[in-house]
């Protein structure tokens, strides 16, 4: 199976301060990687260096067999990213914002592929209200719906159903379930939701201080460490200091 | 450059003010009620001060001039703040947009902004004081030209401030033009500065902008080095704002601002 993201050992330092310590890990087409670790781990700056928003201070990053430093504008074009940190302009419409960012993003049809994703996200009633004034979970598959308008080969998700009721969430998870199916799309998935990484990730990565300290597949883990879901492992290597730094 | 993204940041832009009947309005407010206080104190040393005796729209006219520099460059920083304000400026600059192409729709758009704003404003200075500012001339389109590259200038110079120290250089944004406008020698001529302060002036080009707009309307004439050095000074200060642009889009991903720029 292609890789469609490979990073090879990659190092971020603020000044003095070693956020990323020399990582390397590889997403395949069709597969969703879960990046797991406490906060400060690393995870927003491994994610911030994939979007090209961060300079590795080291190492190499390829998108599609791209070398990232060098053809940013080509591996923007096939990429995207949601995360509850960022938004959408709040006083324009849905519809609006769908249309301007399919204008960035260069989308031939734009018309089909708003009703596409507005079908398949169930925001077509949405699509003439105000962004500001939509809930938690409508703003999110909006969102979500901004992430997909370019069809993006890769996905990086940063806790994609934080603050989502359960429902929500679900519908969430499934729809990404089924969208990766279809598409055979490459999804980096950060998140603090062990049942939804356990859910929906081929593999994990665990991070901590700026290091992967762990890594395999969820059921592979749990019984390495001898627990009984992906919660308890993170919490052990969470919490371990000796053992894996 | 893709004509598509530019026009798509354009709309982004252009819906925002079109959706919200106040932000017209304060588009168009501000320039109006500056035009006619500025009107009525013209008036007012046109008939009390030999000067300005020979063309009473001469403090009008800056005025007009010098709120469109103003709205021009206030208009560029507003448009890369609303992106911070909306927390908009990371899907911003995730998108495949090159930094030429954000720049080019950033100063469109603030054109517009501002022509929004100034043309009710010299639409009112016809009947309320029976000035034109069309008396300028051809010569009104290159005083116009000279002060739209600077006020871009100064919002593009700003815009890195932001890109570089994030939200916090917000107040420099408000505060530029007001730093800048007592060596613009806007109302009065440069023998008023002290010397030093006229040696600042001359390496700026509003003082050859506003000096020239007032040669024209007092004595009739065009003087040709003064829009030459005007133009020039603009292209110099234009060229160092790209450059410093693009070397803060660069210190910004080293520093990680882009990753958390927002309010």
Known sequence: MKNLIEVQNIKKNYGKKEAVKGISFNVEEDEILGLLGPNGSGKTTTIGMLLGLLKPTSGQIFINNLKLEENRIQILEIINFISPYIELPKKLTVKQNLYVYSKLYKVQNIKERIEYLSEKLRIGELLNSITGELSSGQKNRVSLAKALVNEPKVLLLDEPTASLDPEVGDFVRTFLEDYKKEKKISILLASHNMNEVTRLCKSVLMMKNGEIIDQGKPEDLIAKHGRTNLEEVFLKLSRSKSEFN | ?263
């Open chain 2, 1 to 263: 450059m893709s004509l598509t993204r530019i026009y798509g940041l354009f709309l982004r832009h252009f819906y925002l003010i079109t959706r919200s009947f106040p932000r017209i309005l304060d588009l168009i407010y501000w320039p109006s009620i500056q035009i006619t206080l500025w009107g009525f104190i013209s008036n007012f040393f046109a008939t009390h001060t030999t000067y300005y005796n020979n063309a009473v729209g001469v403090i009008l006219t800056c005025a007009i001039l010098y709120d469109f520099l103003f709205r021009t460059s206030i208009g560029f920083n507003m448009l890369f703040l609303e992106e911070i304000w909306s927390r908009n400026f990371t899907n911003l600059f995730i998108a495949p947009m090159r930094i030429a192409e954000i720049l080019t729709s950033l100063v469109i758009t603030a054109l517009i902004r501002s022509l929004i704003g100034l043309v009710p404003a010299i639409l009112l200075t016809s009947p309320l004081f029976g000035i034109s500012i069309l008396d300028l001339g051809i010569f009104l389109f290159i005083l116009f030209l000279s002060l739209y590259i600077f006020g871009i200038t100064l919002g593009i110079l700003v815009s890195s401030g932001l890109l570089r120290f994030g939200p916090s250089f917000e107040n420099i944004a408000w505060s530029t033009m007001f730093l800048l406008a007592p060596f613009g020698c806007i109302y009065y001529p440069i023998e008023t500065l002290p010397e030093i302060f006229q040696k600042i002036a001359y390496v700026l080009p509003l003082v050859y902008i506003f000096e020239e707009a007032r040669n024209i309307l007092i004595n009739q004439t065009v003087n040709i080095e003064s829009v030459y050095y005007a133009l020039m000074w603009n292209a110099f200060y234009f060229s160092l704002s790209i450059v410093l642009f693009y070397y803060s889009f660069n210190a910004a991903k080293n520093k990680g601002t882009l990753i958390n720029m927002g309010e």
